[in-house]
């Protein structure tokens, strides 16, 4: 199987990215590690000189939306250009002049939602920027996988979370056991990509083979197509799926956007008064509820232990892994937590929570399938 660029058949690429903050270095290192050759960009000397100390990269001060300071970084022949500044409007410039300039593909991280909606304006098309990515919807995408495919071996998705590609392991006694694709009769957006049994991939045909239990097979097409299909090799759910999200920021919001729908019951906690009566009249298929999802006390009157997935997403680490650990304690089955501060990924396994989200490395990973040239745009590495 695949791993990084050495001896994989896959090149190293020039790339610049634009802004030396946390999610920029964060970016930087991916690439690096990967081997690519990476220039940084950012008008504060003091983060590049950071920078420089940790990681070898070549970086330049100066504005990443100017054309001279592009030009010194050699983005004429650069892969790929990627801004992450904090800063939305020098982002979409700096992408969009990267572009005219000749980077082969150019991404721009914005904040604002009206930037990535493309029903009113298509900011991506109209200044030929490849990619408009937002940290909040990265990271909320990370999150729903986990919640969506609780029977996948591993799930990607693509087109802003719309497409999935699933790995599932064929249960015993399934539907589709002893069955062929032709039989399935599968939606004709959902494709079969490989089949992996014992150890050996299998491309199947309509009529051969038939699936057997265990079996894992890699789909990929539209989530609501997926979602019609998934008990055909997976064991069947009947019951709705009950997710407290504890947060209702940035993040907390994409995810109840995602979870949209009739096989999720969300409730959304959130401190802020005022912030929960916005939510309330912005979400209606979610129930709001306005408290401290760090106090046992509310939620044990919440009845948190009725929840099947238990989402702490709020602004603040501490509190994020606060609330996890209380749910987990009151018998929460899955719980889930968003990290931004990485030296905390270790406590987070060792306090017994289930999943643990990094909005940089969720980002990272994101840009990383956009380095790879070539036909491949991301490997995903399967059991066995």
Known sequence: MMGGLGGSGLQAMNII???????GQ??????VEE????TLIDIDETHLHKVEEQLDVQTIAGSGASAPVLFQAGVSEAGLAIAVTNHDEVNLIAASVAKEMG???SVARVHASDYRDPST???GRHFRIDRIM???ELTAFELAKFIRNPGSVAVETLARGQVEMPLLRVADGGPAVGKTLRQLELPRSVRVGALLRGGRFLVPSADHPTFQAGDIVALAGMRKDLDQIRD??????????RVVIAGGGRVGTELANVLRGSRYVVRIIERDRELCEALAASYPHATVVCGDMTSRAFLEEERISQADVFVAATGEDEDNIMS???AKELGVPKTMVVIRRPDYANVVSKLGIDVAVSPRAAMAAEVSSLATAGVVNRVIPLPG
């Open 35 to 38: 081997r690519h050759d990476v």
């Open 121 to 123: 304006f298509d900011y």
């Open 134 to 136: 937002n940290l909040e």
């Open 17 to 23: 990215v634009v802004g030396a903050g946390t999610v």
């Open 232 to 241: 055909l090799f997976i064991e069947h759910e009947t019951a709705r799926v």
């Open 324 to 326: 996890a650990v209380e």
């Open 26 to 31: 964060s970016v930087a290192q991916t690439l």
């Open 103 to 105: 980077a082969k593909k």
